[in-house]
């Protein structure tokens, strides 16, 4: 294996640990398999599973008993794969709005962030949570909801629109 600065062949993986860029103001690997280059000094960090290693900072993160930093709500939000706008639907504020939490230029609503911190500990994906909040605040619409039993699996949904049709 060569850089993949200056093509130099790399030498041995040696074990160190190395600060994880991911935004963050300290995350540090213990003892990770590294590669440093003789000739440019580029370090190649060989990280297994990044997605689980990611899931247990966030993990971390959310459940912290101090407050979040907006380097956190940022980890948090990109985390759970939300753009800036899909932040703000989600969580039912606006993108300037989020983007000064982020830069801790303005606090975090308490409740604010203990749903973003429990949504991180569920992790769907972000329509998931499109569907489910994305919409909150609109005049109501639905009549109430329909339960079916299906292969002893009970299913509720909003008995409006194609759903009410289906059922
Ligand atoms: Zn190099």
């Keep these: ?5 200056c093509e130099t062949p790399l030498p041995a993986r040696v074990r160190a640990d190395v600060r994880y860029a991911c935004g963050l103001p300290s995350v540090m690997l213990i003892n990770v398999e590294v590669q440093r280059c003789t000739n440019c000094g580029n370090e190649i960090v060989h ?20 407050r979040l ?5 940022r980890f948090l939000r ?15 504020s606006r993108a300037e ?20 911190r429990v949504l991180a500990m569920s992790n769907r994906p972000v329509e998931f949570y499109e569907d489910m909040l994305g919409e909150l605040g609109r005049e109501r619409r639905h009549e109430g909801l329909k339960a079916t039993l299906r292969d002893s699996v009970w299913m509720a ?11």
């Design 69 to 73: 930093c907006g380097a956190e709500i």
């Design 47 to 66: 990280i297994p599973n990044i997605t689980g290693l990611n899931k247990a900072i966030a993990e971390a993160v959310a459940s912290q008993e101090d």
């Design 97 to 116: 709005t989020l983007s000064r939490w982020e830069n801790d230029r303005l606090p975090i609503p308490t409740p604010t962030e203990r749903l973003l």
């Design 157 to 167: 949904r909003r008995s409006h629109g194609a759903d009410a049709a289906a059922a």
């Design 78 to 92: 990109k985390y759970l794969g939300w753009s800036g706008a899909d932040a703000a639907r989600i969580l039912g």
């Design 1 to 5: 294996m060569n850089c993949d600065k």
